[in-house]
Structure formats: C-alpha cells, structure tokens
T-cell receptor, first 116, second 109 residues
Framework: GAVVSQHPSWVICKSGTSVKIECRSL??????MFWYRQFPKQSLMLMAT?????????EQGVEKDKFLINHASLTLSTLTVTSAHPEDSSFYIC????????????FGQGTRLTVV | DAKTTQPPSMDCAEGRAANLPCNHS???????VYWYRQIHSQGPQYIIH???NNETNEMASLIITEDRKSSTLILPHATLRDTAVYYC??????????FGQGTELSVKP
C-alpha cells in the first residue's frame, strides 16, 4: 500500500508551548488528509478534514484555534497544537487519501505527544 | 454516517480462519465498507474494502451480504501477528472514516 510518513514519532513539550506535527504522503498525491487523536484504550476520534489549498473542516467540539491545520501541498499537511496543556497529551494520527469514490485512506504511524 | 456494530473481542487459534462480523444495517447505496486494523501504538493499517461484491486480496477476504446490511472479514490462516483491533467502517459523506470501538482479536497459540 501507499506510504504515509508522520514526524515526529514522539515529542515531549512544556505546558504553554506549541508543537507541530508533519504528515507526508510519500508516493501519491493526497487530495484529502485527516487528523485523528486517540486516548489510551479508546478508538480514534476524527478531529478535522483538510483538502489541499482549502481551510480545514473541524469536527464538532474541536477547537480550530488550538489545533491549526495546514494543507499547503498535495503531499504535506501539518497539525500545530498551540499552547499545549497536559490534557492535550495523546496519540495523534494522520491519514491521507487520493481522489476517487472508492479510494482507500492510508495512515501514518502516529505521534505520541506528552505535555509536561 | 452509517454506524457499525462489532463484537468487542474475539479469540482465534493460530492457523485457523478468523471470521470477524460487522453489522451496518443503515448503510446507503453508495457507501463502501472498509476494514482497518490497529496494532498497539501504531497507526491503522488498511486491509480491504468493498461496495457490493465480495473482495479478496493477499491479506483477507471480505464477504458482504446481498442486502449489504452486514459483512464478514476473513483472515484465512490467522497468525500471532494478526492480534490487533479490527475496525469495520462505512465511509460516509465527504469520505470521512469514522471509527467505532472495533473488535479486539486475540490469536492464541
């Protein structure tokens, strides 16, 4: 399958600072990218959907000013967690999909964020 | 988005077929059924997807009932490395993949 690379794999930051997570599709053009987060022993929760060159669409309850998403090219999307707090500590996962009605989405390996 | 219902957990003996069921009784005509799995602390891995017909690839087979209200993922010869949480997802409007709780499959020696 196609490869989606996420960076960094893990990060520790101080409370109040911002953290940027990158998601790259390595061998295909991702017209749509998705960002999820996952708390321990829970399922993935969709945070937002972004299309290249457009503003991201956030799911209900997700603060768009706190979780900044940029999808400036067909191979790169970034998620910036601004003014991080300990409750933002989670596993963040991106997913990328090319065009087409039945096209599958591929996932990155995830980023473990710990805010101290 | 159509909801899916899966058993929370299942066991399977190594080398035997693992049959994972999924109910999606409210699926609409143009929605696909996708299966992903997640091994602990990793991103989900795509397995297979289908619309109406049964599908098979190198990883698994997907059997969709004629009324499309349920499906079964079949791992023909389960190995210990197949131990994971398996998610059945109906792809909704805009192509979003909404994850339910999935089935935790334990393959035992």
């Amino acid at each position: 399958g196609a490869v989606v690379s996420q960076h960094p794999s893990w990060v520790i930051c101080k409370s109040g600072t911002s953290v940027k997570i990158e998601c790259r599709s390595l061998d295909f053009q991702a017209t749509t990218m998705f960002w999820y987060r996952q708390f321990p022993k829970q399922s993935l929760m969709l945070m937002a959907t972004s299309n290249e060159g457009s503003k991201a669409t956030y799911e209900q309850g997700v603060e768009k000013d706190k979780f900044l998403i940029n999808h400036a090219s067909l191979t790169l999307s970034t998620l910036t967690v601004t003014s991080a707090h300990p409750e933002d500590s989670s596993f963040y996962i991106c997913s990328a999909r090319g065009g087409g009605g039945g096209t599958e989405a591929f996932f990155g390996q995830g980023t473990r964020l710990t805010v101290v | 988005d159509a909801k899916t219902t899966q058993p929370p957990s299942m066991d399977c003996a190594e080398g035997r077929a693992a049959n994972l069921p999924c109910n999606h009784s409210t699926i609409s005509g143009n929605e696909y059924v996708y299966w992903y799995r997640q091994i602990h602390s990793q991103g989900p891995q795509y397995i297979i997807h289908g619309l109406k017909n049964n599908e098979t690839n190198e990883m698994a087979s997907l059997i969709i009932t004629e009324d499309r209200k349920s499906s079964t993922l079949i791992l023909p010869h389960a190995t210990l490395r197949d131990t994971a949480v398996y998610y059945c997802i109906v792809r909704g409007q805009g192509g979003k993949l909404i994850f339910g709780q999935g089935t935790e499959l334990s393959v035992k020696p």
